[in-house]
């Protein structure tokens, strides 16, 4: 038995070097490019460096599997030790155990390295030793060897067929992923050890574990019977493959399909990496948790555990909504960023990215208007989708459609009813006021240039409401498809791109757009009150002394707060407004030092906090400067 081993110890010894070279190589590129002291932990358990461990040892694992049983058949050795006084069985176990054992320095190495960078980097914030998170890593890589060396093992058999068989196997893989088939992620055997965490804490992905183990037990099984009952079969048909005279021409073809097999594969994969990485979010390292759901993969604080939990119980749900309404295919996993603080908007959504804001106070969040957000941020991703982009190419001519989309969903599938009211008083007010200008909504430069840009919201939600109303509720859906058909015109925009994409749904666009007319002719009866509530406000202009004052007067009452913001330009970016509510005497002033082009602008609105979901501001008007 002694002997045993020190014959497979002796067999394994090339791979032994290999491996601890490639964990030298790991120290020398640590020291030599990155400050070991500024590597903290949150960095070595990146997804790419994890990635990167992981098919070091799934090279190793399958190199060394693809010799180890058969090697001894096929060099006709096996004779020899079948007559060993050891059974097969104790062979086989023996061989296993070495090569299980050269592996698992692959996991030892990687964690001593980890902790000896995690030791060099404490920082005052960061004293622990995280014993737990760094075990937990190289646990998973350790059982990730295993089924890696499994997997090799029951392939083995296949002699030089194996490669390609591993290829195949692979793209059969990738082809159920691509179906969405849900045990496709179970059985990705490079994402068992892919950092998952809530808080501090590495979530173990028990499911995957058991699925992949039980691959592992699978694949262990034939190769243990395939290694004690082949005879010598095997080596006869590998003797008579040799001899036959298309050998040649079979294994030439072999090699090339083995070849565009991976070629493919590494193509497959260069490619997706490229995706991930185009999506990698950038958050603060460490006071950053994540918690994944089936439909998101959400980043936030740390410290907001709490606030947050809930919302990422439910998040599904919201996505689920806002997909059936829209009828849009699942998408992969999308990502909320909570970490980042977008100045004024409550969120923002990119290419399956959306940004969200806590209450920066620290207060207790109000899940409700989260998960309105959320609502609201998931329909702009999946609008994005279905229209292949094209919607936000065309962000003049379409932010009127997507924002009262965006909002259609947030507010009647999200938010209580009374939301609903306060968002349409704003758009019956507009409305009364005959501030609704079609061109102006189906340009976006237009209506920033006269009035407050946000009416999108409150506007283009009626609209959506008056298209769902016409042409039922997957009208929304099928004009955004309409989008992204492949012959539709390019170069449209305006008025004309929406003719055009309504007319491609069969749908008339007249038609929709009296209606949303006529249902904001509604909202002004049913919100008159609240309409005559509220006075026209007129501004006087004084400049001097530095600065620009606006003078605001009004009949009767006042219903609320004064609000005045300036802008230097027609096009001046609406995070750069300034914005002052009035004070004594009704006055609002900005200094004139920014102001410095031939002319200025100023908008007046009243903030009717509770009965308006925002300001309601009248146009903006221009003012020459006084030199
Ligand atoms: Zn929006």
């Known amino acids: 038995m002694r002997a045993l081993l020190k014959k497979e110890l002796r067999s394994a010894l090339p791979f032994l070097m290999l491996v601890l070279f490639f964990a030298s190589l790991d120290w020398v590129s640590l020291s030599l490019t990155e400050y070991p002291e500024q590597f903290p932990l949150s960095k070595v358990l990146t997804e790419e460096h994890r990635t990167d461990a992981q098919i070091t040892s799934f090279i190793m694992a399958i190199a060394l599997a693809l010799g180890l049983l058969v090697r001894e058949r096929d060099e006709g050795t096996l004779a020899f030790l079948d007559g060993l006084p050891v059974s097969r069985a104790r062979i086989f176990f023996c061989k296993v155990a070495v090569a299980v054992g050269v592996l698992w320095l692959i996991p030892l190495a990687g964690f001593l390295l980890n902790v000896t960078v995690h030791a060099l980097s404490w920082t005052s ?54 179906m969405e088939i849900p045990v496709a992620p179970l059985l990705d055997i490079f994402s068992l050890g892919d950092p998952v965490f809530e808080g501090q804490r590495w979530l173990v992905p028990w499911p995957k574990l058991a699925a992949q183990l039980s691959l592992a037990v699978i694949c262990a099984g034939t190769a243990f019977i395939a290694f004690q009952h082949s005879g010598d079969s095997a080596e006869r048909l590998v003797a008579r493959l040799r001899r036959w005279r298309g050998s040649a021409l079979l294994a030439g073809a072999t090699t090339v399909l083995i070849t565009t097999v991976w070629i493919g594969l590494v193509y497959y994969w260069i490619e997706e990496s490229d995706d991930k990485t185009r999506e990698k979010v950038h958050y603060t390292p460490w006071s950053t948790a994540r918690a994944n759901t089936a439909r998101y993969q959400f980043l936030y604080p740390d410290d907001r555990n709490a606030s947050v939990r809930e919302l990422v119980n439910r998040a599904d749900m919201v996505e689920a909504k806002v997909r059936e309404f829209l009828n849009a295919p699942a998408l992969g996993s999308i990502v909320v960023d909570l970490v980042g603080e977008q100045p004024r908007h409550a969120g923002q959504a990119y290419w399956k990215k959306i940004h969200m804001n806590l209450s920066s106070d620290g207060a207790e969040t109000d899940l409700d208007q989260l998960l309105a957000v959320l609502g609201h941020e998931t329909a702009h991703v999946y609008s994005d989708h279905l229209s292949e982009s094209r919607l936000s190419d065309k962000f003049e001519s379409t932010r009127f459609f ?48 006269k009035r407050d840009r946000d009416l999108v919201y ?14 039922g509720a997957e009208a929304a859906g099928k004009l955004l498809r309409a989008f992204a058909r492949k012959k539709a015109p390019k170069d449209l925009r305006g008025f004309a791109l929406w003719q055009d994409t309504f007319q491609a749904c069969g749908y008339n666009l007249s038609e929709t757009t009296d209606g949303f007319l006529a249902e904001l002719d509604l909202l002004v009866a049913e919100h008159r009150l609240f309409i005559d509530s509220l006075p026209r406000l007129h501004g006087a202009v004084a400049q001097g002394d530095g600065h620009i004052c606006v003078r605001v007067s009004h009949e009767g009452n006042a219903p609320g707060k004064i609000v005045c913001r300036f802008r230097p330009r027609a096009d001046t970016e609406d995070r750069f ?49 006084q030199q």
Not at 155 to 171: C, K
Not at 409 to 431: D, M
Not at 458 to 471: D, I, N, S, W
């Open 125 to 178: 914030l960061n004293t622990s030793m995280h014993w737990g998170l760094l075990l937990t890593a190289a646990a998973l890589d350790a059982v990730a060897c295993v089924i890696y060396l499994a997997v090799g093992l029951a392939l083995s058999f296949l002699r030089r067929f194996a490669l390609l068989a591993l290829g195949l196997l692979m793209w059969v893989w990738v082809l159920l992923r691509q």
């Open 577 to 625: 407004y300034e914005l002052r509510f009035a004070e004594k005497g009704n006055s609002c002033e900005v200094r004139s030092a920014s102001y410095q082009e031939r002319s200025f602008w100023y908008q007046l609105g009243w903030w009717i906090e509770k009965e308006a979901s925002q300001v309601i501001y009248g146009p903006w008007v221009e003012v020459l400067r």
């Open 458 to 471: 409150p506007l283009g939600e009626v609209f959506v409401a008056a298209l769902v109303k016409r042409h």
């Open 402 to 449: 997507s924002e009262g989309l965006a909002s259609f969903v947030e507010y009647h599938l999200f938010q209580p009813p009374a939301k609903l009211a306060s968002l349409r008083r704003v758009a019956a007010v507009t409305r009364a006021r005959d501030e609704v200008k079609l061109q102006e909504l189906f340009d976006d430069s237009q209506l920033t240039r």
